[in-house]
Every structure is written in C-alpha cells, then in structure tokens.
C-alpha cells in the first residue's frame, strides 16, 4: 500500500542532545513538508521540500534542520537549540507543486517528549 | 497575512445530532480542503473543493465553496460517535513568487467532543 510513514512513534530527547524524525512515503510525490502542532494552535509550517537537494524555511524554523538526499525521503532534526520541542510533529507530501488544488496527505505523526 | 478563522473552535455533539462549522478569511482563496484528525494521528482529507458555489458529499459529510470565495463550511448529518477530532480547513498558501507551491495554510480546528 502507498502512504507516508513516520517513526518512531514517541521520542524522547534530553537536555542538550539532536534528535531525528523520520518521514518516508513511497508515493512518489515530490513536495515534503514537516509541520508542527501545538494543542489549540493548528498546524505550524517548519519546512518544507519540492525537489531533491532543496529545501525552504517554513514559519517556525528556528531550532530545526532538514535534508532531502532523495525524493522518498525527508528526515527533520530537532537541534538543542529548539528550546520548546515538545510536540507532535506531522509529515505530509504532495504530488504537485504550483498547481491548483494541491491536497497534502499526512504521515501518523511523531510525538517529542522532553526528559 | 492570510489567515483561516475557523468556527467554532470546540463543540459537543449528541448521537444523531447534525453538526455545522465554517471557516473564514479575509483573503480569497480557489481551494478549499477539510480534514479530519482523529486523536493521536495525522489529518486525513475529507473534502476537496475547487469552484466557488460547488457543494460537495462524501457520505454523511456536505462541503460548501462560499460565493465571495472567503469561506467555506462542513455539515455532518446524524452524527456518530467516531465522528469526534479535529477538523481543520486549509486553503493554498500564497507565496511572494505567485501561486501556492503546494503550501497550504490551515485553519486552527474545531474540536468535535461528545456530550457528557
């Protein structure tokens, strides 16, 4: 079946110390896009990718960090200079980039906890 | 900015009950989308709407593309008891460059409860 996946489910990162989120969807979309939420806050644009190699600053980036090495993939990295990473953290990818009508499908979600 | 303003931002649903909620902005926009969170898990998309006045179905869900093309709105008939998350409309988000580059902008939900 085709679909975004995330992992892990739950992440717990202490004091001082980078942790990576993994996205991957076999969809073969080009755009990725890394959002975060925030209870009563919606969803917050962190980054976003619509080619290999390339990638934008969303909203929120500060304290983040991106790659995308190939299409199927885009690993985001919470830095210890985000100093409020509790969240849950949404991937999701389009088919098209530009075009009217873009729908975005959602990954399950990455939950960050601090120690 | 654009901003979707989303209404109400919490309500409570009885079994059977039909439910209505609407999301607004100051900007025009030629898209809209509704989606559905479900606790714990990432959106799905419910409804897509493309042309202004079109109404939309998708079982007991009615979508609506308002005329000013500045809201649109989500009916729920005879509402079950999974039918309780968060519906966020979105909408293509304008860049400096034209066009949206597949960014939405999403409204900041309506939390559907059931009634104690």
């Known amino acids: 079946d085709g679909g975004i996946t995330q992992s892990p489910k739950y992440l717990f990162r202490k004091e001082g110390q980078n942790v990576t989120l993994s996205c991957e969807q076999n969809l073969n979309h080009d755009a990725m896009y890394w959002y975060r939420q925030d209870p009563g806050q919606g969803l917050r644009l962190i980054y976003y990718?619509?080619?290999?190699?390339?990638?934008q600053k969303g909203d929120i980036a500060e304290g983040y960090s991106v790659s995308r090495e190939k299409k199927e993939s885009f690993p985001l990295t919470v830095t210890s200079a985000q100093k409020n990473p509790t969240a849950f953290y949404l991937c999701a990818s389009t088919s098209t980039s530009g075009g009217p009508g873009e729908t975005q499908y959602f990954g399950p979600g990455t939950r960050l906890l601090v120690l | 900015g654009q901003q979707l303003n989303q209404s109400p931002q919490s309500m409570f649903i009885q079994e059977g009950e039909d439910v209505s909620m609407n999301c607004t902005s100051s900007s025009i926009f030629n898209t809209w989308l509704w989606y559905k969170q479900d606790p714990g898990e990432g959106p799905v998309l419910l409804i897509a709407?493309?042309?202004?006045?079109e109404l939309t179905s998708n079982g007991r869900l009615t979508a609506q593309f308002g005329i000013t093309r500045k809201d649109s709105f989500l009916n729920i008939s005879a509402s079950i008891p999974s039918d309780v998350g968060i519906y966020f409309c979105a909408g293509p988000r304008r860049t400096n460059y034209g066009g949206s580059q597949g960014n939405l902008i999403f409204g900041k939900g309506t939390k559907l409860s059931v009634k104690p």
């Open positions: 990718s619509q080619i290999v190699n390339d990638f």
């Open positions: 709407l493309y042309k202004a006045g």
